[in-house]
C-alpha cells in the first residue's frame, strides 16, 4: 500500500504562508485521489482540501477556501498545500491521505493516511 510523508510545517505569524509536501512511496501517486485534513487539540479530524486523480477536480473546506491551494505533481509523486494568509485558527496537524476511489471529499473518503506535521500560527 501507499506510504505518505509530509513535510514542510511550523511556525509563522499571522497572514504568513507555508507550502507543505507530501510524497508518497510504494505506488504511484497517480492512481490515487489525495487529500489534506488536519486536527486541533481536543477537537476532530477535519477535511481541509482535495484533488482528484488526474488534477482536473478540487474541493476545499469553507474555511480554507480562497487561502489555501491544493496541487498535485505525479511525476515528482507529490502533493502540495499552499496556505497563505494564515491565521491563529488554522493551527494543527496537518495530515496527507490518499484513497482509491476518484470520488468523494471527506475525511471519511481516504483510506491512506501521513503521520502528519505540526502548524503553528501565532497572532
Known amino acids: 500500500q501507499v506510504q505518505l510523508v509530509e513535510s514542510g510545517g511550523g511556525l509563522v505569524q499571522a497572514g504568513g504562508s507555508l507550502r507543505l509536501s507530501c510524497v508518497a512511496s510504494r505506488r504511484s501517486l497517480s492512481t490515487y485521489k489525495m487529500g489534506w485534513s488536519r486536527q486541533a487539540p481536543g477537537k476532530e479530524r477535519e477535511f481541509v482540501a482535495g484533488?482528484?486523480?488526474?488534477?482536473?477536480?478540487?474541493s476545499y473546506s469553507e474555511y480554507v477556501k480562497g487561502r489555501f491551494t491544493i496541487s498535485r505533481d505525479n511525476a515528482k509523486n507529490t502533493v502540495y498545500l499552499q496556505m497563505n494568509s494564515l491565521k491563529p485558527e488554522d493551527t494543527a496537524v496537518y495530515f496527507c491521505a490518499a484513497d482509491n476511489r476518484d470520488w468523494g471529499f471527506s475525511v471519511g473518503s481516504y483510506d491512506y493516511w501521513g503521520q502528519g506535521t505540526q502548524v503553528t500560527v501565532s497572532s
Open positions: 484533488i482528484s486523480r488526474s488534477g482536473g477536480t478540487t
